[in-house]
């Protein structure tokens, strides 16, 4: 059971690290081999729109994308988490996400495979920190992810979405939010 775990905060040790960490140690504890990503130590350009993936689903810029992409597409389930900004992940996990605009072009375009119905998609989750306490604070995050997640057969399994917390530390006065995603990180290993 290969997980790949991402980390999608400019904060090494804020609050999402924190609940990522926690999903990535219950995962652990029942067997799965994870693979860490922290994005902001990546090398990735923003998508330039230039479709030359047109030709053979990859993308043409050559940068830490390629390695991680061919992770994404090989790896058993995934767990993606990023802080949210003006109702939104953040900035390292959507130029992640764009740059999938390679592996959607190659599963729809050039494969042609039926939309949305991918057989035995493989499990995700999806955990999101953000410091509003607004009433929809998550819901375009999930559709994004949701999306993203499609582009390499992967389907959302699970979110754990958590309002009210901005400080770097705020997440250690609530351990039971690091417990379920402990608990998160053991049901997709069973899932699987």
Request: aromatic share 10%; glycine share 8%; with cysteine.
């Given at each position: 059971m290969k997980i790949t775990a991402i980390y999608g905060?400019?904060?090494?040790?804020?609050?999402?690290?924190?609940?990522?960490?926690s999903a990535v140690a219950g995962a652990r504890s029942v067997g799965a081999e994870?693979?860490?990503?922290v994005l902001r130590d990546l090398k990735i350009s923003p998508c330039l729109e230039i479709?030359?993936?047109?030709?053979?689903?990859?993308?043409a810029i050559e940068d830490d994308f390629?390695?991680?992409?061919?992770?994404?597409?090989?790896?058993?389930?995934?767990?993606?988490?990023?802080?949210?900004?003006?109702?939104?992940?953040?900035?390292?996990?959507?130029?992640?996400m764009d740059r999938c605009q390679s592996l959607w072009?190659?599963?729809?375009?050039?494969?042609?495979?039926?939309?949305?119905?991918?057989?035995?998609?493989?499990?995700?989750?999806?955990?999101?920190?953000?410091?509003s306490c607004g009433k929809r604070l998550f819901d375009?995050?999930?559709m994004s992810v949701s999306y993203f997640f499609d582009t390499f057969n992967t389907s959302l399994h699970r979110?754990?979405?958590?309002?009210?917390?901005?400080?770097?530390?705020?997440?250690?006065e609530h351990p039971e939010y690091l417990d379920e995603a402990r608990e998160a990180g053991v049901e997709l290993v069973s899932a699987l």
């Amino acid at each position: 059971m290969k997980i790949t775990a991402i980390y999608g905060s400019p904060r090494r040790r804020g609050n999402t690290s924190r609940l990522l960490e926690s999903a990535v140690a219950g995962a652990r504890s029942v067997g799965a081999e994870v693979t860490e990503i922290v994005l902001r130590d990546l090398k990735i350009s923003p998508c330039l729109e230039i479709y030359a993936c047109r030709e053979s689903g990859c993308c043409a810029i050559e940068d830490d994308f390629q390695g991680l992409a061919q992770r994404l597409q090989e790896t058993d389930a995934t767990m993606l988490a990023s802080p949210v900004f003006f109702y939104a992940v953040s900035a390292h996990t959507k130029i992640m996400m764009d740059r999938c605009q390679s592996l959607w072009v190659k599963k729809y375009w050039l494969e042609k495979q039926p939309f949305g119905q991918a057989e035995n998609p493989k499990p995700g989750l999806f955990i999101a920190v953000g410091a509003s306490c607004g009433k929809r604070l998550f819901d375009g995050c999930k559709m994004s992810v949701s999306y993203f997640f499609d582009t390499f057969n992967t389907s959302l399994h699970r979110s754990l979405t958590y309002r009210g917390l901005d400080g770097a530390d705020e997440i250690l006065e609530h351990p039971e939010y690091l417990d379920e995603a402990r608990e998160a990180g053991v049901e997709l290993v069973s899932a699987l």
